[in-house]
């Protein structure tokens, strides 16, 4: 009976990672639940100061799936050649902060800071250009993306289902695209950047996104989707809009 009210006791204090155990460590007597409750009113809240915290903070473990379609148009082999959906891990960790003190209300928004990493690796469709040309492209590079957002969640029994808003910003390093055509009349092949010299991917990419999602206890799931300024955007008219899907689980401690 002692340990069944300790499992109950967890759900409650779920909230605070100091005292998050399952069951709660603590011995079923007055001091003791005393010094379990003063824990839980003062979480978060440096050693020797008073009152509950302004700001709570976390630290997420992220992980998931991206699915980001881009698309090439203009005046360009890669537009015509067509490309199909990417999909792959991302991952990266996140900073949650929420106000500690105020109303219910109040406390329910929050600010999470997160970096997330992926590999992005796509072929082309096959293009053939004329009775000899055929071309492919590949896009291969590795992207940074730092995320602010907004949260606003509200509790359903033991859930937290919530909506975001946010902005990013994307770093493409170690970009290896590039375009090959092959010529059946010559038997010779031609390598060069994918869009050609004089147009570079943007290294910087802004953007935007929503968020919809639910917690349940230290766990979240959410979904974001996030549109992007143009990979690639120059003055003789190529463009390479993206869209990007993500589903997300995270670990809070």
Known sequence: TEDQYKYELADYVAACSAIADRPVPVA????ALKALIDTYNHCGVVAG???????????LLMGGYLHSNIQPSGNTDAAHAGWPVFY???????V???????SKAFRRWGVLVDFLYDQFMLNSHRFQKNYYQAYTGKMAFSEVRGNVQLRYSYPVGNFQPFLGVGVSNSLIFNNTSSQKVVDAATSSTIRQPLFGDNNYMISYRPGGFGVVGVGWKRWSLEG???RTAYLVNTTTGIRASVKN???LVAFRF
Request: proline residues 6%; aromatic residues 8%.
């Open 245 to 247: 899907i993500y589903a």
């Open 96 to 102: 949650l902060l929420r106000p500690g003190r105020g």
């Open 49 to 59: 100061s008073k009152g509950r915290a302004r700001v709570v903070l976390n630290i």
């Open 224 to 226: 974001r989707f996030e």
């Open 88 to 94: 792959g891990p991302i991952g990266g960790v996140g």
């Open 28 to 31: 079923y007597e007055e001091n």
